[in-house]
């Protein structure tokens, strides 16, 4: 490829980006890529906000997505925290339990968070609605696409909408284009891109329902495990409440959602036979597939969340997936945009979400065929493999772990990674940084992401010498010295040195359980780790040779590039 995008450290009117699809995906890739200071154009097709509840569980690595785009406070002020899932027969006795931590995690957030989507939409939209760099334009239904497909040239992208404000056609101009417009992408249809069926089609009625006195359940999610009629439970927040009943082929939606046939259905949470107390908010059958697009790219079109790819829901991932999607290709567009990256490091977003999401759906479908496939003797065969796995806590943790699986290839060092001795199990290129909590100057412990501001950054525990300082201020990566020392006078405040004159950042890991998961820094002062505005790490070096870059660098980089602004600002 070309560095036709690139186009120095601040993007001008020509380098604003599409984005079509105004869901959580789509808002979370417009609020990123804005927050980066590029220009986006989003277009939504409603003319409302959706008011009905779709998913309704997010992970502590996405919550982490959620902090980057900057509503992570709304969203645990609306979202509880869960206690994990358990199986249960057909006679509602539970099989196996796993179970998840409400503590903080290593990411910084509880394990499991159950939320209501309309509310996580109020809080991205509201942001949406606020940022100078994104132009937002609902009732606005795409039609055409011109210039986004085939070789990547100079000429901009230009994509048709029918706007039923007008009732007529607008073209709007951009230099990238990401179809975050769900299963039935009208922006996937336009590239030519199909989807590959891996084999999974089941049809499942969804009810959702207000209690009015709540129901004394357990707080997690029930998964019913009877060949006859799988089903799953779950409270979502407050007084609603989710169930989800697997159709036989002959059955239709009607035969169930009769009153005396939903209160049968739901009477082993309910006690009742009736529905007296419930409001049903919505049933609906849906039909849970696995699939995933032949290719997550045409020309500089991009595919996001379930426009890319279909995730059955038996993990609770289909949402973040998606918002894995955003936080990927986010900051690479924006690196290329600015001149710190060339064009193509563009192509690993495919390279790395296709394999990753690929892997999430066929982890859904084992799940899934788990807890809910087979006839009376794979039954038998499940509870006795499940009866043995559950004393395993290894096991136990595998089936249950939402964890994102290691980054094997991509923007990532290909090099031989560094021997150590004892090294951290999180300490892996292609893995996710941890993220305690640190002192990083005047004022309360913040967590560790906070500080990146979602820049790429260089974290080590040793003396920073000349030639890593260079090469941070020469690609405007953030340099972090990690200590575990307190601050000064024990007074919740610690020495901040001034960046221009030392080149880095001081930062103390707060005295607590979670210093430990940084033991691998703070025990090798002369490891260096490079950070991706992701989380990811993506190269590992000693100080005597500083970490290199895993993406093509402009061979002249502006002398203006040099400086590091903090995020949210037109010029990084």
Request: hydrophobic share 45%; net charge positive.
């Amino acid at each position: 490829m070309t560095g036709h995008l690139s186009a120095g450290p601040q993007t001008g009117p020509g380098q604003r980006v599409i984005v079509v699809g105004a869901g959580p995906v789509g808002c979370a890739a417009a609020l990123l890529l804005a927050d980066f200071g590029v220009p986006v154009t989003l277009l939504e097709r409603r003319a409302e906000p959706y008011s009905l509840p779709r998913a309704v569980h997010l992970d502590d690595e996405t919550a982490r997505i959620l902090a980057r785009v900057g509503i992570a406070d709304g969203f645990l002020a609306r979202s509880r925290s869960c206690s994990g899932l358990r199986l249960l027969d057909a006679g509602h006795r539970v099989m196996a339990e796993f179970r998840r931590e409400r503590r903080p995690s290593v990411h910084g957030f509880p394990q499991a968070n159950m939320f209501h989507q309309p509310e996580l939409e109020e809080l991205m939209l509201a942001r949406v609605g606020t940022h100078p760099l994104i132009a937002f334009r609902r009732g606005a239904e795409v039609v055409g696409l011109g210039g986004a497909l085939g070789p990547v040239t100079p000429a901009p992208v230009q994509v048709t909408a029918y706007l039923a404000e007008t009732q007529s056609a607008e073209t709007f101009t951009g230099c990238l284009l990401l179809g975050c417009d769900g299963a039935n992408s009208k922006v996937r249809e336009l590239a030519g891109i199909t989807m590959k069926d891996l084999g999974f089609t089941e049809r499942w009625l969804v009810v959702d329902v207000r209690a009015v006195a709540g129901l004394d359940a357990w707080d997690g999610v029930e998964q019913v495990c009877d060949p006859a009629r799988a089903a799953t439970f779950m409270q979502v927040t407050g007084n609603r409440y989710r169930w989800e009943f697997q159709l036989r082929d002959s059955e239709d939606e009607t035969s169930l959602t009769t009153a005396q046939t939903l209160g049968r259905l739901l009477q082993p949470w309910t006690g009742r036979s009736d529905l007296d107390g419930l409001e049903i908010i919505r049933s609906a059958t849906y039909i849970f597939r696995a699939q995933v697009a032949s290719s997550f790219r045409a020309g500089r079109a991009f595919l996001l969340g379930d426009a890319a790819h279909l995730t059955p829901p038996f993990i609770g991932q289909g949402l973040a997936s998606g918002l894995r999607d955003a936080d990927n290709l986010a900051w690479k567009i924006a690196h290329v945009l600015t001149g710190q990256a060339r064009e193509d490091l563009l192509s690993s977003y495919e390279t790395e979400r296709r394999a990753h999401a690929t892997a999430m759906v066929r982890k859904a479908l084992l799940v899934g065929w788990a807890m809910t496939g087979g006839q009376d003797r794979a039954a038998a065969v499940r509870r006795a493999v499940l009866a043995v796995a559950v004393r395993s806590a290894r096991i136990r943790d595998a089936i249950a772990s939402t964890a994102t699986p290691r980054l094997r290839s991509g923007a990532l060092q290909r090099t031989r990674p560094l021997a150590m001795t004892c090294k951290p199990r999180w300490l892996r290129i292609g893995g996710l940084m941890p993220n305690p909590l640190v002192h990083s100057g005047q004022g309360p412990p913040v967590r560790l992401d906070t500080v990146l501001k979602g820049r790429t950054a260089v974290l080590t525990a040793g003396q920073p010498g000349a030639e890593l300082v260079d090469l941070c201020r020469r690609h405007r990566l953030l340099l972090i010295k990690v200590s575990t020392a307190a601050p000064a006078a024990n007074t919740g405040q610690a020495a901040q040195p001034s960046t221009a004159a030392s080149g880095w950042l001081d930062v103390h890991l707060v005295a607590d359980g979670e210093a430990d998961r940084m033991h691998g820094i703070t025990s090798h002062p002369d490891i260096s780790i490079l950070v991706r505005p992701d989380g990811v790490i993506a190269a590992l070096s000693v100080q005597s040779r500083p970490p290199r870059l895993p993406w093509n660098i402009p061979a002249a980089v502006p002398a203006a590039a040099c400086r590091s602004p903090g995020r949210g600002q037109a010029s990084l």
